[in-house]
């Protein structure tokens, strides 16, 4: 059994920056593909990234602000966050996966719960 748990966190002006962690404990190698999702007050959850052996992809809408990172050695992958806005604000979960690089969170079996990223304008 495998699980996550975010931190990182919290409140952050316009144009500020963040790093978010996940760190997996349990069985990680049943697993290939780390990613992070978000979901803001009353809309679904989105992809934001993914990270799958050395390839990684994200969003458009953060490509070029965003960047996803992951430390096999210690089982931790990362989301630095810069050049924040509003819209930004939003729960961001860690999840995990099988296949190579899904941007679907069907796709995904294994979530954490998530920490609160809100951006001030």
Excluded at 85 to 108: H, I, M, V
Aim: proline share 2%; net charge positive; hydrophobic share 35%.
């Amino acid at each position: 059994q495998v699980q996550l748990v975010e931190s990182g966190g919290g409140l952050v002006q316009t144009g500020g920056s963040l790093r978010l962690s996940c760190a997996a404990s349990g069985q990680t190698s049943s697993f290939a593909t780390m990613g992070w999702f978000r979901q803001a007050a009353g809309k679904e959850r989105e992809f934001v990234a993914a990270s799958w052996r050395s390839l990684s992809t994200s969003a458009d809408s953060v490509k070029g602000r965003f960047t996803i990172s992951r430390d096999n050695t210690k089982n931790i992958l990362y989301l630095h966050m810069n050049s924040l806005k509003p819209e930004d604000t939003a729960l961001y979960f860690c999840a995990a996966s099988a296949g190579p690089l899904p941007t679907k969170s069907a796709e995904y079996t294994t979530w954490g719960q998530g920490t609160q990223v809100t951006v001030s304008s």
